[in-house]
């Protein structure tokens, strides 16, 4: 059974399916708009233009639908890949349905190959989205070698059981690092699989730096700016180590926070049914020069305290002269410059204000 489905401005036939899984030949994830949303965002809050856009594995194609629909002066050309006969089939009706919509200026290439086979046959792209159901690993090597000099790689993990520690052994196998099962296990998952990222594309003397990284219920994703050149990606590898007895990861920035800022106010004014929340705490956070995060209910548990508001806690973090956010990857986190034994003591601090009789 197909149905039309509208996401954004546009409309696409696909077929309904009550469970989405990666046994189906070809499905529309609506779980996965805020996916397409910020792709579309990113490209609209970097400068780049005439880009080469390569969407590798497209399913029904929406997302190249609704780049070429909503990116204005971005797209010099775009390929849309699917290894799956009936996938290429339903993306070339996608888009003749779309026409009217579509930038006419950009070249449109439905292609229906295997991911890798395509990229290594092709003369490379400045943005290429990588958006499998699982791993990302089988197709890195070849994104790494044919992505442009200064391009954008996109990269999904729906493995995330692998990269937050349920499963330790996959992660060391899949990842080569050791996840953690605490309160931080999202955001050590999501530097594990950029470090992960960035070793491979290391091997060909290109830099990844995340510019934007988020996780979200299944998944986790992170757009890397990539900079050609020996000593950009030495920089790169000193960057990585460990955090709290796993890894080795990428302890940097997970984020530019313009672009981060950009990306905020654009869905705000985009009036997106994206999640404005999700997006002004990462805008927050991204502002913050800190890996890792304390977790207010994991410190006040193991030093026996009663966890207090967050309110006050940050106001005091803020008077002792520490930068602090919340943090997108936990609800009981706060990210800030602060030392664990400094914020106990504020937590203590706080306690003994509330029981001091006045
Ligand atoms: C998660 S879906 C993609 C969803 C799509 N990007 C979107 O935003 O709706 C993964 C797609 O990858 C395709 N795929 C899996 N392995 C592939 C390969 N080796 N080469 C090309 N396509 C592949 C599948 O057919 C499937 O359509």
Redesign the pocket.
């Given at each position: 059974m197909f149905t039309k489905i509208t996401e954004a401005t546009v409309t696409i036939e696909a077929p309904t399916e009550e469970k989405i899984s990666s046994k189906l030949p070809?499905f529309?994830?609506p779980a996965?708009k805020l996916n397409?949303d910020i792709s579309i965002l990113l490209l609209k809050a970097i400068d780049d233009q005439d880009m080469q856009i390569c969407?590798l594995?497209?399913?029904?194609g929406?997302?190249s639908i609704r780049f070429l629909a909503e990116l204005e002066k971005k797209i010099k050309s775009i390929t849309i890949?699917?290894?799956?006969e009936q996938?290429t089939e339903l993306i070339r009706k996608n888009i003749k349905a779309n026409k009217s919509a579509l930038d006419p200026a950009a070249e449109i290439n439905i292609t229906n190959k295997?991911?890798s086979t395509l990229l290594l046959e092709s003369t490379g792209f400045d943005y290429i989205d990588v958006?499998?159901?699982g791993t990302p690993n089988p197709f890195l090597d070849a994104a790494a070698r044919r992505l442009s000099r200064e391009g954008i790689l996109a990269v999904t993990a729906t493995d995330t059981s692998a990269l937050a520690g349920t499963f330790p052994k996959a992660c060391q196998r899949k990842y080569w690092a050791v996840p953690n099962r605490g309160p931080l296990k999202h955001e050590i998952g999501i530097r594990i699989l950029i470090r992960k990222v960035q070793l491979i594309a290391a091997q060909y003397s290109k830099a990844l730096t995340p510019i934007f990284s988020y996780s979200k219920e299944h998944y986790m994703r992170v757009f890397f700016r990539c900079k050609k050149g020996k000593s950009p990606v030495d920089k790169i590898l000193k960057k990585q180590g460990m955090m709290h007895s796993a890894g080795p990861m990428w302890l940097g920035a997970l984020w530019d926070p313009n672009i981060t800022e950009k990306i905020f106010q654009l869905s705000a004014d985009l009036n997106y049914d994206t999640n404005l929340r999700l997006l002004s705490t990462i805008r927050d956070e991204s502002k913050i020069a800190a890996a890792g995060f304390h977790d207010i209910h994991n410190i006040s548990k193991r030093y026996k305290l009663i966890a207090p508001a967050f309110t006050p806690v940050m106001q005091k973090i803020e008077e002792a002269g520490h930068s602090v956010a919340r943090t997108h990857f936990s609800d009981h986190g706060i990210r800030s410059t602060i030392s664990e034994e400094e914020l106990v003591d504020i937590i203590m601090k706080i306690r003994r204000e509330c029981h001091t009789p006045t």
């Open positions: 070809v529309y994830n996965m397409r969407d594995m497209a399913g029904t929406i997302r890949n699917d290894y799956d996938a295997d991911a958006d499998p159901f």
